[in-house]
């Protein structure tokens, strides 16, 4: 743990960021309420966004404080967060094999079976979140080089703003296969409630693994980056692997408004 954490504001910062994204997710499952579907297009839109507000995030606020601190530890900074995100990325790659293999056993209804793989893919997805903005938190409190609170607080409304359309994008489709409207909502926004538990574990957790500091960081990002390539790209393709256009402006804007904030609130 770490040193009575002085004491405990970190703690309370990290839980209200990851509330605030679990809130962001409630919003996104929101039209479950009022629409039966919602426009291919603005979906597109807000995919794209997230990809580019999770690359921004991925990088500033949690790639660029591992390299610094590999550096000032004196090891060799490529090692650990090549490593660190490598394995985040084939970590959330095992989960989703998983997942697959479960999507063929027979231990659940057609109906049952869907709904419950849409809601576990997402909800494991947000676990690495969760830790990354605890790990943000902790690094931050710790002094790390290159880690401040500014980047937490960055990171987590990146974050928030991507799960907007993760809400919609789990509500959506249980409204569709014929779920009520408020069943569809309340499991379009569970899938975020993971992330206040895993934010506070990891910013508890962060004193005790702070030698590999580096690789978690790098971890975390790569689990972001393969949400990104594997669920919010092709979520905007046309079938063919052909990306929307407005999906992709909508990355560039999301990356260039993180990029700016981080910059100036830097």
């Not at 793989?117 to 409190?141: D, K, Q, Y």
């Not at 790390?144 to 994008?169: K, R």
């Not at 079938?239 to 804007?253: F, H, N, P, Q, R």
């Amino acid at each position: 743990m770490m040193d009575n954490f002085a004491q405990y504001p970190v703690v309370i910062q990290t839980l209200i960021a990851t509330c605030f994204t679990w809130l962001i997710t409630t919003f996104g499952a929101l039209p479950a309420l009022f629409f039966k579907k919602i426009n291919k297009d603005i979906l597109n839109i807000m995919l794209g966004f997230s990809a580019g507000v999770m690359v921004a995030a991925s990088f500033f606020s949690l790639l660029s404080p591992a390299i610094a601190l590999s550096e000032e530890m004196e090891s060799v900074p490529w090692l650990a967060t090549s490593g660190g995100f490598l394995v985040g990325g084939l970590f959330l790659k095992l989960t989703d094999m998983l997942l697959r293999r479960l999507k063929r056993t027979r231990s659940l209804s057609s109906g049952g079976r869907r709904t419950f793989l849409l809601v576990l893919s997402v909800t494991v997805h947000n676990i690495p979140e969760g830790l990354a903005i605890g790990v943000a938190f902790g690094a931050a409190a710790l002094g790390i080089s290159g880690a401040t609170l500014v980047d937490a607080v960055m990171l987590a409304l990146g974050i928030g703003i991507q799960n907007f359309p993760e809400g919609t994008a789990v509500a959506m489709p249980l409204l569709q296969q014929g779920m009520k409207r408020s069943r569809a909502f309340f499991w379009g926004q569970v899938s975020g409630a993971v992330e206040p538990v895993a934010g506070v574990l990891g910013v508890l957790l962060i004193g005790l693994v702070r030698p590999i500091l580096p690789f978690v960081l790098a971890f975390a990002a790569g689990a972001m980056i393969y949400v990104v390539i594997d669920a919010l790209i092709p979520g905007g393709s046309d079938g063919e692997g052909i990306v929307d256009g407005k999906l992709t402006m909508g990355a560039m804007l999301g990356f260039a408004i993180m990029m700016c904030l981080d910059v100036a609130l830097g």
